[in-house]
């Protein structure tokens, strides 16, 4: 059993192709070498001037066109089906955003990584918060471009039990290599039971919440290690130069007012030897009591 309902049509245009490939790499190079051979000079000391020969002409026209048409028809029949979701497939939003994958479902529950059920279809409407990202499933043998601005899909068929990876196949910035995620297929009532089960309230800070779900993290740490955005740790009052919209430089104390302010003005007082351009503007996505809840926890980060 395959892990998707398209493996095996993409697997064999795949190797149908690589045989093809081989077979005419292992000929064609014998052939040369037996030319080289067999028509040198020394077997051959008068060279023989052949203009051109009809029925090589032909062979070597006619049968590379129906290998190519071979190859397209049996990599089309594998990909036309990608192209259109059965009306019964149940539909999830997948959000790409720099430098993670979210999941909303039907009810309204979002999480970090993709559940659903086995034998069942899923439809995907692919969203991107900021720049060109591609949702790749490698043991799905699936990818698709997620586009600002634009309403993309992909489905599947699950058909196996078990974790597999996901990807990000399109450069999106610094830490694209990180923007990695999992799906997992259960059976049908495992996936009920997984929908309509909320988040248990626990220790973790809702600030800490946020940063998690926004993908704060990816840009900056909790340990005082250096990414692509300053270190949360140590960050309240802590005196920062940083660089105006127009170039100049000045010095400010990180307080909240600061913090509220990079957070839904990312690039009008960015810190010092970071680069611009690459936060997402949180005014719209975060509200004021989701921004006081953030600063909250960072004041923990001492």
């Not at 497939?89 to 959000?95: L, P, R």
Request: aromatic residues 12%.
């Amino acid at each position: 059993m395959y892990a998707s309902n398209f493996v095996e049509g993409v697997d064999f245009s795949l190797y149908l192709i690589l045989a093809i490939s081989v077979f005419f790499l292992v000929g064609i190079t014998a052939v040369m070498i037996y030319f080289l051979f067999r028509y040198s000079k020394k077997n051959n000391p008068v060279a023989t001037n052949i203009t051109h020969n009809n029925t090589l002409e032909v062979i070597w026209t006619v049968i590379p066109t129906i290998l190519v048409v071979i190859m397209f028809w049996y990599g089309w029949t594998g990909y036309k089906p990608m192209l259109t979701a059965p009306d019964n497939a149940m539909e999830i939003d997948a959000i790409g955003q720099m430098w993670k994958w979210s999941f909303e479902y039907p009810n309204g529950k979002v999480s970090d990584t993709l559940v659903v059920p086995i034998n069942e279809p899923v439809k995907l409407n692919l969203f991107s918060k900021d720049v060109l990202h591609s949702l790749y499933i490698p043991a799905f043998r699936i990818k698709q471009d997620v586009v600002p601005g634009s309403e993309k899909m992909m489905w599947f068929t699950a058909q196996k039990l078990g974790s597999y990876d996901i990807l990000c196949a399109e450069y999106c910035g610094q830490l694209h290599a990180y923007m990695l995620s999992t799906i997992t297929v259960v059976e049908r009532r495992d996936y009920e039971i997984w929908l309509e089960t909320k988040a248990v309230a626990g220790d973790e800070h809702p600030g800490l919440t946020l940063l998690k779900r926004n993908a704060c993290l990816s840009c900056h740490t909790q340990d005082g290690t250096r990414l692509v955005g300053p270190s949360f740790k140590g960050l309240v009052d802590r005196k920062e130069t940083v660089v105006l919209e127009d170039g100049t430089e000045k010095e400010v104390v990180a307080d909240r007012a600061y913090i509220a302010n990079s957070i839904k003005n990312p690039n009008s007082e960015i810190v010092k030897s970071f680069q611009k351009g690459l936060m997402t503007n949180y005014a719209d996505i975060l509200s004021d009591e989701d921004i006081e809840q953030i600063i909250d926890f960072i004041e923990t980060m001492k």
